[in-house]
C-alpha cells in the first residue's frame, strides 16, 4: 500500500488557496496576523503540474481570488486606497511570480544547491515584483502627479525588505515542505507504507 502525499500536484491548489484566503486581508502582518502570501502562493501556482489550460486557469482563478478578498475586505473597512487603475498591473506582477515558480518546478531532485537557486529565482522575481507593483502605481494610479520618481523610490524603498522578505520566506517553507514531502514519500514507497 502507498500513501500519496497530500501535496502533490493534484492537491497543491487547496493549500494555496487557503494560505492566500488567510493572509491577504493583512499585507504586512502584525502580531495578530501573518504577512500577505499572495506572492508565494503565486509563486507556486507555477509549480502546478497542470497543461497549460489548466495552469492558466488556476492563474486565473487566483487573480479573481485575490480581487475578492480585496472587495470583501474594503467592504468591511479597510482603505481603498490601493485600488486605481495602477491595480490592473498585478496581473503581470503575479505572472512574474508564477513565471519564477514554472521555472524553479522543472528541479525535479529538490537537492541542496537546487533549492538554492529556487530561492534566489523567488527573490528575484519578488524583486521584480516590487518594482512593478509600485512602479505602476506611481505611474497611474494618480495619486502622485506632482511628487518627483526620486522622492516616491525613497518613499516606498522601506517597505522592500518586507515584501520580497515574507514573499522569499514563505517561498523557503514551501519549498522545504514540498521536498520533505518528496523525501517522505520515497521512504514510503521505499518501505512500501
Known amino acids: 500500500m ?17 494560505l ?7 499585507h504586512f502582518g502584525d502580531v495578530l496576523h501573518l504577512p500577505d502570501a499572495s506572492l508565494a502562493v503565486f509563486f507556486f501556482a507555477g509549480f502546478y503540474r497542470a497543461g497549460a489550460y489548466g495552469k492558466a486557469a488556476f492563474f486565473g482563478f487566483l487573480l479573481g481570488l485575490a480581487g475578492l478578498i480585496d472587495y470583501v475586505a474594503i467592504a468591511n473597512g479597510t482603505s481603498d486606497w490601493c485600488i486605481s487603475p495602477a491595480y ?6 503575479y505572472a512574474v511570480m508564477c513565471w519564477a515558480g514554472h521555472y524553479c518546478s522543472g ?23 516590487f518594482a512593478v507593483s509600485n512602479g505602476s502605481f506611481f505611474l497611474f494610479s494618480g495619486r502622485y502627479q506632482d511628487l518627483p520618481w526620486l522622492d ?8 522592500y525588505p518586507s515584501y ?8 523557503v517553507a514551501g519549498l522545504v515542505i514540498i521536498k520533505a514531502v518528496k523525501t517522505w514519500s520515497a521512504l514510503a514507497r521505499h518501505y512500501e507504507i
Open 107 to 129: 528541479f525535479k531532485s529538490m537537492a541542496l544547491p537546487e533549492l538554492a537557486i529556487s530561492a534566489g529565482y523567488a527573490t528575484l522575481a519578488a524583486s521584480v515584483a
Open 88 to 93: 490592473l498591473f498585478l496581473i503581470p506582477t
Open 152 to 159: 516616491y523610490v525613497q518613499g516606498v524603498a522601506r517597505y
Open 2 to 18: 502507498t500513501i500519496k502525499p497530500w501535496l502533490s500536484a493534484g492537491y497543491l491548489p487547496f493549500p494555496l488557496i487557503a
Open 164 to 171: 520580497v522578505g515574507s514573499a522569499v520566506l514563505y517561498a
Open 20 to 26: 492566500m484566503v488567510l493572509t491577504r486581508y493583512h
